[in-house]
Every structure is written in C-alpha cells, then in structure tokens.
C-alpha cells in the first residue's frame, strides 16, 4: 500500500518513479535523455541522433577543440593529421585529414557519429559517406563568429553534454561583448590580412578571419572583393595603404624588408602584428581569443585603458 501510494504521489507531482524509463540520464548532466535527437547541421540536414554516441569521430580540428572543451573528449576515437589541440588529440588515431576522411579507419574504428566541416561539403557527399562508413555524419562549417561560438553549443548537444558546452557558449559571448566593449566608439582602422605572400592572397567577404577583423573593431580593405580568400595585387595594396598589417606565415622582420612596403602606413608606424592562425581559421572556442588578439593589435589604447 505504501509503495502505491509513493508512485501515485509521484504521479500526481509530474514526477517519475525511481527507476523508470523517465528517470535515467543517458544524456550526460541534463538529467534525462534527448535522445533520440534531430537536429539540422551546416548544409540543411536534418540528422536524427538515436542515443548519446559513444564512439567519435572527427575530421575538424575546431571540433575536435570543442569536444574536448566541452568535457567529451576520451570518447573521440579518431582525428585529422592537422589536429593538435589540445595535446592529446595528438594521440588519437588518425583518420585521414580534413578533406578526405579514410572511410577504411572509420569502419575499422567503429565509429558511430563523424563530424566533418569544410567548405566544399555538400548534403549529398554527407550523406555518401554516412553510407560508405556506417556512422552518423553531422557537417559543422561555420562561416562567422556568431556562428562558431553556437556551433559549441550544438556539438555539445549532440555529443551528450549540454550544460557544460551551453556554459562554455555563454563564456565565449561574454568574452566577445567585452571585446566589442572595449573598441565601441573608437575609429574602425584599416586592416589588411596576409595569408600567403607569394603570389599575395588575403581575406574578403565569406571568409571566417574577415568577420573576426570586423568584430575586433577593423575595416577590412578586401572587403570589396567579394572573395574569401583572393588574390590581391600589390599595386592595390600600395593604393590602399592599410593602418594596420596582420600575418600569419611570416615575421613582421620579413614584411619590412619587403622593397615595395617601406612606404606602407602600417611599416612605417611598426603596425605589423602577428596573429596566431589557429586563433582565427579554427572556428573553436579559441575564436573570441583570435577576436581578442586582433582587436588588441589594431585597438592598443583601448586595452592598455581596459588593462588600467
């Protein structure tokens, strides 16, 4: 009589007995299962998760930063060879790279859900290899920042844990308001971004690093070009003559040297900042530190008064 009593009680409340099917946690700290779960990934696929996978897979290194972060990261069983951060996914199996995952290795590997992410990924060469290796494959391809910050958010649903990765969402806007904090109201210098110096490839519209520029608070001098990653001639550069010079693949050393740049503005100041590449080509949770850095290269007053 008493234990009817408890359940009918419980009933009563919206509650669920000890040990039924409504009480179990197969989804990490939320309390209850969202399995099975639906969402819609980077090329409008609805994908159907039908319990927490157990078994990861990913062809991303800014995914594979985002499991880790988000608490997740012994259960990835195979990366790209580009992946190193943190430090142990150096020591996870390969997978091939981020182009062209070896669907043998997935199979060997029995991996359940696979995360891919790259430009060129498109709804039908997802679902071709959801048939060639038998896993759930789910395409994250942010194209901004806001996009990347709740791209956290999402893996981390799929993968089973939600507060963790909905705190860490909520951190990363934190940290990016106070970035916009920081550069409100200040003028919008002019930025170029050298991707590669020879032939001279930088950023336009499209690309991830044009919008962390305009984030950080600068105006991107290719913006006109309607091209995420094109070819810009010197001449033009001389032409447009940015405030601010930023690098990856070189030292600011080497950029002086350069005959032709002596007279550019960001030369002649000593404007010309390195900014670590991973920062801002890895759509991971270490995009609002590439904001930062950047805004930091091209804002210095407003964080020296932040730093005061």
């Not at 790279?97 to 060129?120: G, H, M, Q």
């Not at 709804?123 to 901004?144: D, F, S």
């Not at 050298?194 to 950080?216: C, K, N, R």
Request: proline letters at 7%; one cysteine or more.
């Amino acid at each position: 009589m008493a234990i009817l009593l408890l359940t009918l009680l419980l009933a009563a409340c919206g509650g669920a007995a000890p040990g039924s099917p409504e009480n179990e946690t197969g989804a990490g700290e939320t309390g209850h299962s969202e399995y099975p779960l639906v969402v819609e990934d980077d090329v409008g696929r609805k994908v159907e998760i039908g319990s927490r996978p157990e078994r990861l897979g990913s062809v991303a290194p800014s995914v594979t930063e985002t499991i880790f972060a988000v608490g997740a990261g012994e259960r990835i069983s195979g990366v790209t060879t580009a992946d190193d951060y943190p430090p142990e996914a150096k020591e996870i199996e390969s997978i091939g790279d981020y182009r062209e995952p070896n669907v043998e290795k997935v199979l060997a590997l029995e991996i359940d859900l696979l995360f891919i992410s790259f430009d060129s990924a498109t709804a039908e060469a997802a679902e071709e290899l959801e048939r060639k290796t038998k896993a759930t494959v789910v395409v994250i391809n942010p194209k901004t920042v806001d996009e990347a910050v709740s791209s956290v958010g999402l893996v981390g649903r799929i993968v089973g844990e939600r507060e963790k990765a909905s705190a860490l969402e909520g951190r990363l806007r934190g940290d990016l308001e106070e970035v916009e904090n920081a550069v409100a109201g200040q003028p919008r210098p002019t930025v170029f971004y050298e991707v590669w110096d020879d032939p001279l490839q930088t950023v336009g519209p499209g690309s991830f690093i044009h919008d962390a520029i305009e984030q950080a608070g600068g105006r991107n001098i290719a913006a006109d070009t309607g091209q995420a990653y094109p070819s810009y001639s010197e001449e033009t550069l001389l032409k447009k003559d940015p405030d601010y010079y930023l690098i990856s693949s070189t030292t600011p050393e080497e950029v002086e040297k350069r005959p032709a740049y002596a007279s550019l503005t960001a030369v002649e100041r000593g404007q010309v900042s390195v900014v670590d590449p991973d920062l801002v080509t890895r759509p991971g949770p270490r995009v609002v530190e590439g904001v930062r850095r950047i805004a930091e290269s091209i804002h210095p007053e407003a964080f020296q008064k932040e730093a005061a």
